[in-house]
């Protein structure tokens, strides 16, 4: 059995660089929807330039619950007016911004000993 490599699609490294990357020039390196890596005059499209845990969601393990009490731990998060709580079908909690997970986090009696100001 081979464990041939096709290298047709891979670039050497470093990249090439263009020789007009400060005028005008190609200045972007991936690859496109090829896979097929490159200089580009534009950005990548999905390429976000800032981004935190909150743009998806923080999922936390440790704030969770069983499986089997997600419902009574969902009724519970309403119940005390916090919103922007998601409990997952596997018991995981799902926040949607650091002020819901501050508010959880105290309705439960927990503390993020690493958490900052913006916590």
Request: aromatic letters at 10%.
């Amino acid at each position: 059995m081979s464990t041939a490599v096709d290298n047709s699609k891979r670039a050497s490294w470093p990249p090439p660089v263009p020789l007009n990357t400060v005028r005008g020039g190609p200045c972007f390196y991936y690859a496109d929807a090829d896979g097929v890596l490159g200089w580009h005059d534009e950005p990548p499209p999905e390429k976000r330039t800032h981004g935190t845990a909150y743009n998806s969601g923080l999922v936390s393990v440790a704030a969770g619950c069983h499986s089997s009490q997600v419902p009574e731990f969902r009724e519970r998060a309403r119940a005390a007016g916090i919103t922007g709580v998601e409990f997952l079908p596997d018991g995981c909690v799902k926040f949607g911004d650091p002020g819901a997970r501050r508010d959880y986090l105290r309705l439960r009696g927990m503390r993020d000993n690493d958490g900052g100001y913006g916590d």
